[in-house]
């Protein structure tokens, strides 16, 4: 069979962006989806982003048998004594992201500007099991918790994730802009590397 990288995660919006990021690649990643695997990742019982990432590579790389990307990702905020962290996508339960993103503004009603410091958090992971590679990368981009959501653009917590430089929410910036700054881009265009020495120097 041809040699191919499985990106394991079932979040839409983390695909669009990295299949973007990792373009170039397009054509040896495969998505679960595009595998016809109708499967849940496990539990993410680890106690950081490298550890969950790992469960999520490791039991897709077991699995298939095939290397395997997988990333785990969260959003640090200064205030809530950096949760929602590890927790992001579990935080306020089975609810959507209005509600969760409502929730986290419910927490900080009462804190300042200068206190609502908080980061997007990102670590990647490329496993080969059969070759005996573990690579990890990582990558963090610091903004504030906004007073109200702003911006359809995104996912997740976008909306509420006010960034600096450009003066505007991740919610209201275009994909390019997003796919610039953002903690996912870090990490990913770091395991950029690794895929250009192993993938194009023919090593798989
Ligand atoms: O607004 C956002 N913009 C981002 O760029 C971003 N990156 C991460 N997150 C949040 O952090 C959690 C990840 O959890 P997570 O790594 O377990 O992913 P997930 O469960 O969604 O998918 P999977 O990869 O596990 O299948 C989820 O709540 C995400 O909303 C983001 N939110
Ligand atoms: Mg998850």
Redesign the pocket.
Known sequence: MDKFIILA???E??IREILDILSEYRSWIKTLKDLNLDIE?PE?LGESYEE?AFI?ARYIAELTGYPVI??????EIDALKGELGIH??RFGGSVG?KEKIRLVLEKMKDIPWEDRKAR?V?KAVFYDEKEDIKIITGGKVEGYIAYEPRGER?????PI?YFPPLGKT?GEINEFEKNKY???FMAFNKLKLFLECFYKGGKL
Do not use: I, P, V
């Open positions: 995660t079932k979040n919006g983390k990742l993410e969950n999520k997988a990333e785990d990702s969260g959003l992001s996508a992201y997007f990102c995104g996912f997740g917590y976008d994730f991740f953002s903690h996912r």
